[in-house]
């Protein structure tokens, strides 16, 4: 059976940093490319980022190129999602996604709130 | 950025009935199209892929349809745990994958 579970989220100040964490299990995880996708109740579902099973590519949102850097290490079957400058709008539920072809696998999702 | 609009917003019916849900796409898609369940506190769950093929363990009383621009998410006869807000989205446009904005089916 499939496992994402995210960890990291919660309150940051705006400007600062946050790194997100996805362990994944019961999939062969560098055959897939794994993806991060977030929710708010204004903007709905929104794809982040997304990287290759190699981890040689990856892709970024408009809204998140040059303050968001995604990564994964196969060793370990996780994936990281590290943000800096945070602004408000980057306030959202933060989930980790399988693909294969679609969102496969979802994790369970992590709060990111920032607020002075 | 292919924009996808669903309606209606919230759609409102009881056990038994047949809900219909649809999806347009500003752009064709194909049939790169997918649906989503997702509940209150829950991730989005998938539904649908590729307009028409069930995912593993969805229930046959689910069904898609549609190619290009405009698809359709049938639920045959609503059961309680069918109520819940659902999403399409596409992904034609790899990785940079757009949803839409949801309907939320009520009792």
């Known amino acids: 059976e499939v496992q994402l579970v995210e960890s990291g989220g919660g309150l940051v100040q705006p400007g600062g940093s946050l790194r997100l964490s996805c362990a994944a299990s019961?999939?062969?995880?560098?055959?897939?490319?794994m993806s991060w996708v977030r929710q708010t109740p204004g903007k709905g579902l929104e794809w982040v980022s997304s990287?290759?099973?190699?981890?040689?590519?990856?892709f970024y949102a408009d809204s998140v190129k040059g303050r968001f850097t995604i990564s994964r290490d196969n060793s370990k079957d996780t994936l990281d999602l590290l943000m800096s400058s945070l602004r408000g709008d980057d306030t959202a539920i933060y989930y980790c996604?399988?693909?294969?072809?679609?969102?496969?696998?979802w994790g369970q999702g992590t709060l990111v709130t920032v607020s002075s | 950025e292919i924009v996808l609009t669903q309606s209606p917003a919230t759609l409102s019916l009881s056990p038994g009935e047949r809900a219909t849900l649809s999806c347009r796409a500003t752009?064709?898609?194909?049939?790169?199209l997918a649906w989503y369940q997702q509940k209150p506190g829950q991730a989005p769950r998938l539904l649908i892929y590729?307009?028409?093929n069930r995912a593993t363990g969805i229930p046959a009383r689910f069904s898609g349809s549609g190619s290009g621009a405009d698809f359709t998410l049938t639920i045959s006869s609503l059961e309680p745990e069918d109520f819940a807000v659902y999403y399409c989205?596409?992904?034609?446009?790899?990785?940079?994958?757009?949803f839409g904005q949801g309907t939320k089916l009520e009792i």
């Open positions: 990287i290759t099973g190699s981890g040689e590519t990856t």
């Open positions: 752009q064709s898609v194909s049939n790169y």
């Open positions: 989205q596409q992904r034609a446009n790899w990785p940079r994958y757009t």
């Open positions: 996604a399988q693909e294969a072809g679609t969102y496969t696998s």
């Open positions: 019961g999939f062969s995880f560098n055959s897939y490319v």
């Open positions: 590729d307009a028409s």
